[in-house]
C-alpha cells in the first residue's frame, strides 16, 4: 500500500526534499529511443528551461538537478517562510507569470487578483508547495511530448517520489547521487561532460570565475540557505565519490579522500555507501537511524526503510 506523501512532506512546513519523476509508456527525454529510432535530445534542454521559469516563481531554491534519459532528479529546498514575507502584489505577479493568459493582459489579470483575498492566500500556499511545484515542472513537458507525439494521456507517471532530507549530510548526499547519475549510467566519465546536470553547471562556472570555487555552496536556481562547503569542495568531493561507486571498485578501500570530506563529518568508508543509499537503501527519508526511527513514531509506524543502513553507515 504506497504511503501518503502528507505524512513526510508536511503542509505550511519548509524541508529539502530529492523527487525523482519517471516517464511512462517507454518515453524518452532525451537521446535515441530504441523502439522508435526518433531522437529526443531536444527536451533536455526544454525540462531545463522549465526548472529555471518555475524557481523564479515558487519559493525553492534548487540545489541539484540532473535530466535523464527517461525521468527526471531533483534536489529541492521549499521555503514556505519566505513565501508568507511576499506582498499580495508579488503573490499575484509570480502566479500570472507561471501560468501567462494568451488574451488578457497581465496586469488587468493581477488586479483582479488582488480583489479576491481568499484565492490570493490559496496561491500563496501553492507556490510553497512540493507537489504544485512538481506539477508545474512536469505537466508543460507532458503536453509538448504529447503533441510531438500525436498521442493523450500521461507522460509522466502519476506519483513522483519523495524522500525527506533530514538533514545537511543527507542533502550532501543527495546532491552527488543526482550529479552522478550520468557517470552510473554510463554516458560518460567526465562531470563537465555530463550534460543537463547541476555539477556541469557548477563545473564550468567554476573553470570561467575562479571566485566562484572559494563561494559558498547555494541552490543554483532559486533562492535557499546555503551548505557549509564552498562550491569547489563540493565539486572535489563529487569527483572522488564517482570514482568509488564505480562497479569495478566495490570493496575498495576509499584512498586520497579529499578534505571537503572531514567537514561533512562522514568517514571515507561510509560516505560511497551514504551516497549510494539515496537510490535504493533509503525510501522515504534519508538520515541517521535516530532521525528515521523519529520520523517512523510520529506517523504511527515502528520502522523506515533505511533504518539498518544507516545503523550500518554509522558503525562504519
Not at 144 to 156: I, K, L, S, V
Not at 231 to 245: C, N, R
Not at 290 to 298: D, H, I, S, T, V
Request: with cysteine; aromatic share 6%.
Amino acid at each position: 500500500m504506497a504511503t501518503a506523501r502528507s505524512l513526510f512532506v508536511l503542509e505550511n512546513t519548509s524541508g529539502t526534499y530529492h523527487c525523482v519523476s519517471r516517464c511512462v509508456r517507454r518515453a524518452w527525454l532525451c537521446g535515441v529511443d530504441v523502439y522508435s529510432g526518433i531522437d529526443y535530445s531536444h527536451r533536455k534542454t526544454l525540462v531545463e528551461q522549465r526548472l529555471q521559469e518555475v524557481a523564479s516563481c515558487f519559493s525553492i531554491g534548487i540545489y541539484g538537478y540532473a535530466v535523464m534519459s527517461n525521468h527526471l532528479h531533483l534536489v529541492v529546498h521549499v521555503d514556505v517562510n519566505a513565501a508568507q514575507q511576499w506582498s499580495e502584489e508579488e503573490v499575484a505577479e509570480r502566479w500570472c507569470r507561471l501560468f501567462p493568459c494568451r488574451n488578457q493582459n497581465n496586469e488587468l489579470r493581477i488586479q483582479r487578483l488582488l480583489k479576491q483575498v481568499q484565492r490570493l492566500a490559496m496561491l500563496r500556499q501553492r507556490l510553497c508547495s512540493l507537489s504544485w511545484l512538481m506539477r508545474c515542472v512536469n505537466e508543460p513537458i507532458a503536453r509538448m511530448a504529447n503533441q510531438e507525439d500525436g498521442c493523450t494521456g500521461r507522460f509522466w507517471e502519476g506519483r513522483f517520489k519523495c524522500q525527506v532530507l533530514a538533514d545537511e549530510l543527507a542533502v550532501l548526499a543527495a546532491m552527488a547521487y543526482v550529479d552522478l547519475n550520468p557517470i552510473r549510467a554510463g554516458m560518460t566519465v567526465r562531470l563537465d561532460h555530463s550534460h543537463h546536470t547541476s555539477i556541469q553547471r557548477r563545473v564550468l562556472t567554476c573553470r570561467s570565475d575562479e571566485t566562484k570555487a572559494q563561494q559558498k555552496l547555494k541552490p543554483l536556481l532559486g533562492l535557499a540557505p546555503a551548505l557549509s562547503l564552498k562550491q569547489g569542495d563540493y565539486i572535489d568531493l563529487v569527483q572522488w565519490t564517482g570514482q568509488q561507486v564505480r562497479a569495478d571498485k566495490k570493496g575498495a578501500i576509499p584512498k586520497n579522500a579529499p578534505p571537503a570530506l572531514k567537514k561533512t563529518g562522514c568517514s571515507a568508508e561510509r560516505w560511497p555507501t551514504q551516497v549510494k543509499a539515496v537510490g535504493s537503501g533509503y525510501w522515504r527519508m534519508v538520515g541517521s537511524a535516530e532521525q528515521l526511527l523519529e520520523k517512523a513514531e510520529a506517523v504511527g509506524q515502528r520502522w523506515l526503510k533505511g533504518v539498518a543502513i544507516a545503523r550500518q553507515i554509522q558503525k562504519a
